[in-house]
């Protein structure tokens, strides 16, 4: 069974020491899903934080649905109970204006995880006035993934090798980000997509997809692709009575499960997510602009990750696996 | 709040398996029959959420709130109210998310490569345009094919997503998405007139016209001919496909409608998948929470609003009286349960 | 607009040339000559599945001919839809309701013929033309009532009044007295002799065939879809047409009454029965006595048949069979013997859809079944026999709805007989069979009362009720007014019970 | 394949609006009017999609990928066959996806917390009788509560995906997901007796079972005279309501049952209230194209059957033959069109 992630220590002491004697503050986090492995140890770690700081965190559902977390915003700015707002956007450029307007009621907003706004290639804030901008860049994440690719069909010198490639969503904002770059990167190199399919962050249809793949062509070399789809894919292949060393595997999302593939060796590398650590950067970054009046800015969660934020089989342990998985 | 839609002037009372014949029955009982008890049955839980809400938050009634939620709901309630005009004629459309979001992506993407107010306008009529195009199909092959609606439209609405997937990747300026963040546009969700957003009174406007042709219309009459009995309708010489032709294209007309008005509020389109379906299954239970029978023949335009308001209504109170996410589907469910449950208990005690 | 006025209707000469229509390769008519007369009411007569529907039809643009002509005034007509017929000026009364439930009654009847002023309805006007038409005709109906929760035999003079509304010049009356009340069947015959006398042409459709004769100026003969005659109606008479219809004599329509012992045990005591629509009834029925109920339509009988059937919940009162207690749920009612053939076989007796033999032994799986696993050879002797006992032939794995109205009842029939009974309650047993098949219902209803069977029908039809009962009781307002046997049962005596007024008699409230 | 489910003596022929009495007719013509076109009609285009798929890809008819295809659409198999009866009986059954995903936590969190072969044999016990109670819920609120089934279950399926997630806080070990890769439990999933995995095998016997239960017990006659017409049913002696309850929680039984094999194959439980959605809405688009009619009284389980597979293979032919995914939804609705389409036509020549 996997162990779940512990949630990394505080790195270090808070820059806003609390003060409990200061009045509780209210902060309302628009969640991407609640019931998701990915986005329970964020929220976790935004609770604690919060917790320590005398700041009580009310969660709400996005579910998937861009709509309904515009709904949720509005929702949260009708009620004029709130003092701060944490955005963790389904679809980025759908909160934009929904989010100026709450910045413009006067509420303290933080975006955390996913892009607000629509460039997919840039960490930097797109809305003004933000407190902060914690978020992975899906276009790096695709650069490093593709480079991932490249070093592992070179470890076994194949030339050309053979890559499936499975998207979450393809024509989703971010697929389509992390893809280009992929290609961009691998570009001119022996890595050839000659499969696609999608897992729609789900294991099961991964692995249906892999099965698929996997019976329509006899030469796959390489499986890339998010933590979830990779567990589908390893269980196609041993349904399909192949061994698990046939195929290289690169996958990206830096779970507990990625991890410990990783050190078994089943996996070839991975590429870090950090749900927790952004979800406690966020929210101390939050602490700090409503207890201080600091606005922080842009923040690269991955700053302080070792080995470019790519788990191999020799840094693994050099990383925590902050989602399950 | 435009729940107004006029009345239908006589409830349809179930159609009973048959029973107790009351032989002759003086003017009191013929007048106490004629009472729409269907209709207070729904009306009497939405009042009494409206009323629980309008105590438990303090913040429920601000105008600003209302005004949230009619301008949130607006495109879904144009939809919805266009759809019942689908079920009462005895169709369906499964279609209409997906068409929504095509007719988004086409008008974003006119918007963006065209550009300038020639841009918006020729955004705003095409993808219309493109709805009422995807509803005269919906309508010619459930009717003339004689494709069982529901899969006809469902069919279709696989094959108008993947259209939206593939004009979405002209749309974007390389990795971008479709942004419509442009003044000459986006005045259709910002202009306040009266103090009430443009696209709520677009929505009241569309509600109430189609509330009223339905209602008082020859077509509307023809529309619950088509649904009630269609052999019937045939007989007395109507036009039954032209007839559900015609609801399936006001509903991709609708669709067409509330994609360009989301778009304007929003500015962005998702590729979403899901969001289509999601949105499909809003309309169709919040018609149905309404009382407008699937089975056509049977409905209104102003149950429809109800039924989408309901449901509107309870999660925007979830989210003001702050009940935790995880309890909100349970209550959600259990409440439309005894809505529902009353009005179908309302329904018995008629007899 | 609709032209309401009579004087303004041209006159309409129809004719069909050497017509046939076939269903799935199935000749339905074939080769049928016909002149329709202006001004002339035209009767066609034939058994259950003849085509006599099916005729009319054609006439009305529902269905296309296969082979012929359909001339209308000289020229060649091709209707694809009704609509063209109606423009035409050819309205019809169609054989099934064709009404719009949730419609009111005054919609229903100008459906398609809304006045209107740009595509609004003019309601005002809808009124007061609905209420012409409803003085011309004579019946009462409330313009305003939703047309889904009436009783048929209102539902069935809406659809009268929608065809008299069209101001058509051609009116195809399909079974139009089928479910009405001799008093509601005689205001339509008033208004069939108007429409005659003021130059329009009806084709009439019926059963009846006295109804026929009293009526029709001509009468057509249709047997298996062939023409046998057309003829002035004057030459013809009631013998004359069976021998036509059937192709050999009946020398009488009911069967000898079979005889009931003195001491016959009773099987059925009702005691102060009430229920929806029931007000206090109390009855009996002894082995092997047929017992009528006659009644006005809407009258209560049968839901004195649904309270003592037990599927409608009864308030007060004892149902007992054989002197033993029979409570108000239909499993336990069967298996205490009582059977009900319900009066509306389409709603609520067949399962259309499904095969002939599903629908013969539903009622009594339990003998064609161990453990509830089908037998399907035993189903299939089974359903043979009972279907060769109520004289359906044919492959009995066709759909139920394949066979014509007649043939219907039959099945529903033979259902009854699958097992032996203690009561059975026929409820309208012949409404819209052929005189052919209706004998073979009487038979049947007189062969079970032999065996001792005690037999409870229900019927608008007055006539029937006295030919084939041996007592009659009489229902109003959910009571039993009266009981008449031996010599007091006449047509008379029940009319006026049946209309008696409620002070005099004291018998309703 | 295991579509070679017994099939119906006489095929359902569409309600013709009315009709007589057969005169007589030959023996031919008798024979050529009993073949069951509306049958051959889905078939058609069943065996024409899949001999094209073994023409145009070598691994389509590998025993491999046939397994694979098998294998993963056993839980929808058995659920769609269990939702046919109800959809039969004349109700239907929005809640088997929340059902499904429901059991499958119930079952893991009982895994996970118990342990062991006691754990894993509770968990499969558990998870399956808690969709027999949630199929009884279904049934008794649309029967005798009279609340129109399709806001039932569409209501139940809320409370259903709420209810999941609060027993999935327990299923967790801190923050996490509920993974129950232990082999006590996942031989479900691996064992392969003859070569067929466990899971095909149990779809196989369910549908056979149904199959039958529904063509030749008295009980499947029940089910269809519930559906046809319910007050003829009523009145012939049959209890509907108690035909419809089993009917869902038969359905009920069916979810929990997919639920626990599904898991086993996984074995984790992805918590996405979308993979609800999807799978009722797969399972209803593959009875619907099946040929079973949603107003209840006709249908038949190797209909559902062909139609899930049809659906199935589609999906597997499109990554076999590499269809970009942006292609697949097109080609997917444009198929079932010309599927359904023709199964209409040969319906109409059939007069
Ligand atoms: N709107 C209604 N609500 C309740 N009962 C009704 C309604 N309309 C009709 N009924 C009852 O349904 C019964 C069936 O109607 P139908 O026209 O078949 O009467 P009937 O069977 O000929 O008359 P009887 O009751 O004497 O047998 C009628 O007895 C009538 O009282
Ligand atoms: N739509 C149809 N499809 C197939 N067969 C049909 C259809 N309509 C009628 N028939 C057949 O045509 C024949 C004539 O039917 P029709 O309805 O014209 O009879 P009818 O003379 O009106 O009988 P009834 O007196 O029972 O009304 C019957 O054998 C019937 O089964
Ligand atoms: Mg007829
Ligand atoms: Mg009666």
Redesign the pocket.
């Known amino acids: 069974a996997a162990d779940a992630g512990e949630a990394p220590a505080p790195s270090d002491d808070d820059s806003a020491a609390p003060a409990p004697t200061e009045e509780t503050l209210q902060v309302a986090f628009i969640s991407f899903a609640v019931a998701n492995t990915y986005d329970e140890p964020m929220l976790a770690e935004i609770e604690r934080v919060a917790a320590e700081n005398n700041i009580e965190i009310t969660v709400f559902d996005g579910n998937l649905d861009p709509n309904l977390q515009v709904t949720l915003v509005q929702d949260v700015i009708a009620s004029g109970q709130y003092d701060g707002l944490i955005t963790q956007p389904v679809f980025g450029p759908a909160l934009v204006d929904i989010t100026r307007q709450a910045i413009d009621a006067g509420l303290t907003v933080v975006n955390v995880d996913q892009i607000l706004g629509d460039d997919f290639t840039t960490g930097a804030t797109q809305v003004e006035g933000l407190a902060a901008n914690v978020v992975f860049v899906p276009s790096e994440i695709g650069t490093k993934f593709g480079e991932q690719a490249v070093e592992a069909c070179a470890s076994q010198d194949l030339d050309p090798c053979n890559v499936a490639f499975l998207h979450d969503v393809k024509a989703s904002a971010i697929g389509v980000a992390l893809y280009d770059a992929f290609n961009a990167v691998v570009e001119g190199t022996p890595v050839q997509i000659v499969a696609e399919g999608e897992t729609f962050y789900n294991p099961a249809a991964a692995q249906t997809a892999v099965a698929d793949i996997l019976t329509a062509n006899a030469d796959i070399d390489l499986i890339a692709t998010s933590d979830q789809g990779l567990q589908g894919a390893v269980q196609a292949i041993e349904a399909a009575g192949r061994g698990l060393d046939e195929f290289l595997m690169i996958g990206y999302g830096g779970s507990a499960w990625g991890k410990e593939r990783v050190s078994e060796g089943v996996v070839y590398s991975n590429v870090v997510q950090a749900p927790a650590t952004e979800g406690r950067l966020a929210m101390e970054a939050m602490v700090d602009a409503l207890r201080n009046g600091n606005n922080q800015g842009d923040i690269d969660p991955f700053a302080d990750f070792p080995n470019n934020g790519v788990m191999t089989r020799d840094t693994a342990d050099q990383f925590t696996g902050e989602w399950v998985g | 709040m435009s729940i107004e839609t006029p009345e239908k002037t006589a409830p349809a009372p179930p159609r009973a398996p048959r029973s107790g014949g009351a032989g002759e029955q003086d003017a009191l009982r013929a007048f106490l029959r004629r009472v729409p008890w269907r209709s207070v049955a729904i009306v009497v839980p939405f009042l009494a959420v409206f009323v629980a809400l309008s105590i438990g938050s303090p913040a429920f009634l601000s105008a600003q709130n209302i005004g949230n939620v009619l301008d949130r709901q607006s495109g879904i309630l144009i939809i919805a109210a266009a759809a019942t005009l689908v079920l009462i004629a005895g169709g369906i459309d499964l279609s209409v998310g997906a068409t929504y979001m095509f007719t988004a992506v086409v008008c974003g993407t006119i918007i963006v490569r065209v550009g300038g107010e020639t841009g918006a306008a020729l955004g705003i009529i095409v993808g219309i345009l493109a709805g009422l195009v995807i509803g005269l199909i919906n309508g010619i092959i459930s009717t003339y094919l004689k494709i069982n609606p529901l899969i006809a439209t469902l069919a279709m609405s696989f094959i108008i997503l993947g259209a939206t997937k593939l004009v979405s990747q002209f749309g974007k300026e390389g990795v971008g998405q479709i942004r419509v963040d442009v003044p000459e546009f986006r005045w259709l969700a910002l202009l306040k007139p009266l103090g009430v957003s443009l696209p709520t009174w677009i929505a009241f406007i569309v509600l109430i016209v189609l509330g009223v042709v339905l209602w008082r219309t020859t077509f509307g009459r023809y529309v619950y001919a088509a649904g009630g009995n269609a052999e019937a309708a045939r007989l007395a010489g109507i036009r039954v496909n032209v007839v559900r032709i015609a609801t399936f294209a006001i509903a991709g007309t609708a669709a067409g409608l509330a994609g360009v008005i989301d778009l304007a509020r929003t500015p962005s389109v998702p590729e979403n998948d899901a969001i289509a379906t999601t949105l499909t299954f809003t309309v169709l239970a919040g018609i149905v929470v309404g009382g407008t029978s699937i089975l056509g023949g049977a409905g209104a335009v102003w149950r429809t609003v109800l039924g989408i308001l309901f449901i509107a209504m309870l999660y925007n109170g979830f989210t003001l009286l702050r009940i935790d996410p995880l309890f909100q589907g349970i209550a959600l469910g259990v409440i439309i349960l005894v809505a529902v449950g009353f009005d179908a208990w309302s329904r018995t005690r008629r007899r | 607009m609709p032209h309401t006025a009579i004087a303004d209707t041209p006159q309409l000469r129809v004719e069909l040339r050497g017509v046939g229509k076939s269903?799935?390769g199935?000749p339905?008519l074939r080769d049928i000559d016909l002149v329709l007369e202006p001004g002339s009411v035209h009767a066609l007569v034939?058994?259950?599945?003849?085509?006599?529907?099916?005729?009319s039809k054609i006439i009305s643009g529902l269905y296309t001919a296969d082979r012929g002509q359909l001339v209308v005034d000289g020229e060649r007509e091709h209707f694809t839809s009704p609509r063209e017929a109606l423009d035409r000026g050819i309205a019809t009364i169609a054989?099934e309701l064709a009404l719009v439930p949730e419609l009111t009654v005054a919609e229903n009847v100008f459906l398609g013929r809304e006045p209107r002023t740009a595509g609004w309805i003019d309601r005002k006007k809808l009124k007061r033309e609905f209420l012409e038409v409803a003085a011309r005709s004579g019946f009462d109906l409330d313009p305003d009532q939703v047309v889904g929760g009436m009783r048929t035999a209102d539902q069935q003079k809406v659809e009268i009044l929608r065809a008299l509304a069209r101001g058509a010049s051609l009116i195809i009356m399909d079974?139009p007295t089928a479910a009405l009340a001799r008093h509601d069947a005689e205001l339509l015959h008033d208004v069939v002799r108007q429409l005659a006398a003021s130059g329009r042409t009806v084709l009439l459709?019926s059963?009846f065939l006295g109804e026929v004769l009293a009526l029709a100026d001509t009468v057509t003969i249709?047997r298996d879809g062939r023409h046998i005659r057309t003829a002035p109606a004057a030459d013809e008479t009631e013998a004359t047409l069976i021998e036509g219809m059937l192709g050999r004599t009946l020398s009488s329509i009911f069967p000898d009454k079979p005889v009931v012992a003195d001491d016959a045990p009773e099987v059925l005591r009702v005691s102060d029965l009430v229920a929806p629509g029931v007000n206090g009834v109390s009855l009996s029925v002894k082995a092997g006595e047929i017992v009528g109920l006659a009644g006005l339509v809407g009258a209560g009988r049968s839901e004195i048949a649904h309270a003592i059937y037990g599927s409608v919940p009864r308030a007060s009162g004892i149902v007992a069979i054989d002197g033993a207690n029979c409570p108000a749920d239909i499993p336990r009612t069967l298996k205490k013997g009582i059977f009900l053939i319900s009066e509306s076989r389409k709603e609520q007796g067949l399962v259309l859809g499904r095969p002939i033999r599903d629908n013969v032994t539903l009622s009594n799986m339990g003998q064609i079944a161990s453990g509830g696993w089908v037998r399907t050879g035993d189903e299939r002797r089974a359903s043979r026999g009972l279907l060769d006992r109520v004289t359906v032939a044919g492959d009995d794995r066709r759909d139920v709805s394949?066979?014509?109205?007649?043939n219907q009842q039959k099945v529903l029939f033979g259902r009854a007989l699958q097992k032996v009974r203690k009561l059975l309650i026929a409820d309208e047993p012949t409404r819209?069979v052929?005189v052919g098949s209706r004998r073979a219902i009487y038979d049947l209803i007189v062969q079970q009362a032999e065996q001792g069977i005690g037999v409870l029908v229900i019927s608008s039809d007055v006539e029937e009720v006295l030919g084939l009962a041996h007592r009659v009781l009489v229902v109003r307002g959910g009571r039993i007014v009266a009981e008449l046997e031996g010599d007091a049962m006449t047509e008379e005596n029940i009319i006026t019970a049946a209309f008696a007024d409620p002070i005099t008699t004291g018998g309703a409230a």
Do not use: C, P, Y
């Open positions: 269903f799935g199935t339905v034939g058994e259950n599945g003849a085509g006599k529907s099916t005729l054989q079974e459709i059963h249709l394949a066979l014509s109205g007649g819209g052929d």
